[in-house]
């Protein structure tokens, strides 16, 4: 396991996401009300890239015609087919004990911590002032 | 796959004895045949108005295409099931038919006019629990209401619901609307309380064209749309929620056919994956509520006549508790007595005659159970 600064914190604003390329894997990285959770992003349906899906809630109800949405924005919808996936687990809605894609521990990380490493940055530059996102893989 | 369909396909001919027939078609009622079952208002204005000379049997099953009556079975009257004595004789004793649900196919389910519709299903209903059930203990029967207007649908079904020789409400598959819209609910929650599965039976009232691509010209197009029909009603049905809402409820589809459900349940399963949000009450892949709640009577078996590919059929739908046995007579769909196609194997074929009509129609199996403690 190393740990792989990712992002600067402020590239990634709310209900956003990304594509970051660590250790020659894509992952998506998202910003779920400013907690960051980073999954793999391929869809393991038929592959779309899942950091390019909307942001959505689920969907529930207790009994036909009443509908309840909750944890806003805590779920991926594929781009292709419109599968949801957990962005805190990577697992799919319709199938989570099979279907899911890899979650990865995801962590928040000053400059100045950062510089006292251990790290990998990659090609990234690292600013003491700044903060940045760091996904462990 | 389970133990029991990867064994099918080994024996040719099934004995049919001791079987629960669950789709037997005595012929439908003439309407002077009905009139002394009629309330005397509508005895009085259907003689005054000439409907008793009208045949209200359905369009959507002529009783002389071929298919509709087999040529061996059909009597000088150009009717078959006629009477108790044919139905006898032709359906219940050369099977060795232990019981057998009647399906009475009469317009009644489809009059435009609410009341007439209501007055002439329970003049079916009566008709059939005096001239048929009272004489042959052999036959149960299914309670026919006409969809269209679920407040007297309930009325009919709460009427009958005492009787237990009714061990099922019958509908037909098309209808104004979509079967799983609201305004149906009430039918099938009354089913539900009084332990009566709802069996949705081919055919209907063609107020919409049979296919959704519009009238078809031939016989053959209507008949071969039926399959669809179906497959809309089954999703709507699971879409609209009705199996969540009503969970005790059983449905059973009669003469859908059963050939189409591998690929209804990949596109229903697949689709639902990604649009699952909408019907947010829809927890499971359709499939495995259809598997849960769904039967369908065996014949018409639209499959080809090698063993092998039923045999792959049911594999694809995997799940040995979905089928009924039924013989549809006086329908023409099979020969002989082979009601039960050689794929099917001895234990699967036993389970369908037996099993899982007792753990379908929990009317039955009350009376079977009294059998056995006799
Ligand atoms: S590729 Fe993601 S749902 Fe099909």
């Known amino acids: 396991m190393a740990r792989h600064v990712v992002a600067k914190v402020d590239e990634l604003d709310i209900g956003k996401s990304k594509l970051v390329k660590v250790a020659g894997r894509d992952i998506a990285l998202f910003n779920v009300k400013g907690e960051f959770f980073a999954i793999a992003n391929r869809c393991p349906h038929e592959g779309a890239d899942l950091c390019r899906g909307q942001m959505v809630g689920l969907a529930e109800s207790d009994e036909p015609g009443q509908y309840r949405m909750t ?43 950062l510089v006292e490493g251990p790290y990998q940055a990659e090609t990234f530059p690292v600013s003491i002032d700044e903060d940045y996102v760091v996904v462990e893989i | 796959m389970n133990e029991m369909i990867r064994s099918l396909g080994k024996e040719s001919r099934l004995s049919t004895v001791g079987g629960i027939d669950c789709d037997l078609h005595p012929a439908s009622p003439a309407t002077t045949t009905l009139l002394p079952y009629l309330d005397d208002y509508w005895r009085e204005t259907f003689v005054m108005r000439g409907v008793d000379r009208l045949s209200l049997a359905m369009t959507s099953s002529p009783a002389h295409a071929p298919i509709n009556v087999r040529a061996d079975w059909r009597a000088k009257s150009g009717f078959a099931g006629d009477t108790l004595e044919t139905v006898r004789s032709q359906a219940l004793d050369p099977f060795g038919t232990r019981l057998a649900i009647c399906n009475v196919l009469h317009g009644s389910m489809i009059m435009h006019s609410d009341d007439m519709a209501a007055a002439l299903c329970g003049a079916v209903n009566e008709w059939l629990a005096r001239e048929w059930l009272g004489k042959e203990p052999r036959l149960r029967g299914s309670i026919a209401v006409s969809a269209q207007n679920a407040e007297l649908a309930v009325a009919e079904i709460e009427k009958r619901a005492d009787d237990n020789r009714f061990v ?195 009317r039955i199996a009350a009376d079977f159970g009294k059998e056995v403690s006799k």
């Open chain 1, 71 to 113: 944890r806003h924005g805590e779920l991926v919808r594929c781009p292709w087919h419109g599968w949801e996936f957990d962005i805190r687990t990577g697992k799919s809605w319709c199938d989570p004990a099979r279907t899911r894609v890899k979650s990865f521990d995801v962590s928040v990380a000053s400059g100045g911590a």
């Open chain 2, 168 to 362: 099922q409400v019958l509908i037909l598959a098309q209808n104004d609307e979509p079967l799983g819209r609201r305004r149906y609910w009430p039918i099938y929650e009354a089913a539900a309380r009084n332990k009566l599965p709802v069996c949705i039976h081919a055919g209907g009232s063609n107020r919409h064209a049979p296919t959704a691509t519009g009238w078809p010209s031939f016989f053959v197009e209507a008949y071969v749309a039926q399959g669809s029909i179906f497959e809309s009603q089954l999703l709507s049905l699971v879409a609209e929620g009705v199996f969540h809402k009503i969970p005790e409820l059983k449905v059973v589809f009669a003469e859908s056919g059963f050939t189409w459900l591998p690929s209804f349940f990949w596109r229903a399963d697949k689709t639902w994956r990604g649009v699952r949000a909408e019907t947010p009450w829809v927890t499971e892949q359709p499939s495995d509520i259809v598997k849960r709640h769904v039967r369908f009577t065996l014949q018409p078996v639209e499959a080809p006549l090698e063993t092998d590919a039923l045999v792959r059929t049911l594999a694809h739908i995997d799940c040995d508790d979905i089928l009924l046995f039924s013989t549809d007579y006086p329908h023409a769909q099979f020969e002989g007595l082979n009601a039960l196609p050689a794929a099917l194997g001895e234990t699967l074929a036993r389970k369908i005659m037996i099993d899982n009509p007792l753990a379908t129609y929990p």
